[in-house]
């Protein structure tokens, strides 16, 4: 059964910094490209952020490029969100998901592509 598990969330003033983790079990890590994803209150799930299997291909929404990194360490089986410069619109829930294709060519960015899905971390920014 593939697990994945959010930590890092938590309450922070603009213009500040936190990251965010996502730990995967149950599955080969290191095959599959990992995305993060936020909702804020009363919006639809949006793209944040995206990496390919092997780390060397990532993908960022216009809105958070150059504030936000993900990487991953496929020794531990777990992807980063690292959000500096963050903002009250940044406040949302932040969901990390799972590719559903292995060894995808091109770093998805579509809810679609996604077949697992973490319970979320709520990260609050405020003015």
């Known amino acids: 059964q593939v697990q994945l598990v959010e930590s890092g969330g938590g309450l922070v003033q603009a213009g500040g910094s936190l990251r965010v983790s996502c730990a995967v079990s149950?599955?080969?890590?290191?095959?599959?490209?990992m995305g993060w994803f936020r909702q804020a209150p009363g919006k639809e799930r949006e793209f944040v952020a995206a990496?390919?299997?092997?780390?060397?291909?990532?993908s960022y929404a216009d809105s958070v490029k150059g504030r936000f990194t993900i990487s991953r360490d496929n020794a531990k089986n777990t992807v980063y969100l690292q959000m500096n410069g963050l903002k009250p619109e940044d406040t949302a829930v932040y969901y990390c998901?799972?590719?559903?294709?292995?060894?995808?060519?091109?770093?998805?960015?579509?809810?679609?592509?996604?077949?697992?899905w973490g319970q979320g971390t709520q990260v609050t920014v405020s003015s």
């Open positions: 998901a799972a590719d559903l294709v292995r060894w995808r060519a091109v770093v998805p960015a579509a809810i679609t592509e996604y077949a697992y």
């Open positions: 149950g599955r080969i890590f290191s095959n599959y490209a």
């Open positions: 990496i390919n299997w092997s780390g060397g291909d990532t």
